[in-house]
Nanobody, 123 residues
């Protein structure tokens, strides 16, 4: 059974940084696609980063240059470093995983989800 557990969320002022972590059990990071999504109140859940088995990454324009996704295969842990945070980044952040090596930006293509961790950015 695959289990994903996020941590690292919190409250920060605009311009600050946070690093989210996603610890997995029953899942192999090295051969599959992983991603981070955010879900803000009243909006659709949307992707903010993904990383495939070859460590190729994707970011939407809204976070490009500010967010960095990395993974530590030995520790089975996924990270999201968020710099220069803005109030509009405030949301619940979810770790997600696919059962295949290549990534997709659409949330419906992800098989496994964590419970989420809240990020709040104040102005």
């Amino acid at each position: 059974q695959v289990q994903l557990v996020e941590s690292g969320g919190g409250s920060v002022q605009a311009g600050g940084s946070l690093r989210l972590s996603c610890q997995a059990s029953g899942y192999t990071y090295s051969t599959n696609c992983m991603g981070w999504f955010l879900h803000a109140p009243g909006k659709e859940r949307e992707g903010v980063a993904n990383i495939n088995s070859a460590a190729n990454t994707w970011y939407p324009d809204s976070v490009k240059g500010r967010f960095t996704i990395t993974k530590d295969n030995a520790k089975n842990t996924l990270y999201l470093l968020m710099n220069s945070l803005k109030p509009e980044d405030t949301a619940m952040y979810y770790c997600a995983a696919r059962s295949v090596a290549y990534c997709h930006t659409e949330k419906s293509f992800y098989n496994y989800w964590g419970q989420g961790t809240q990020v709040t950015v104040s102005s």
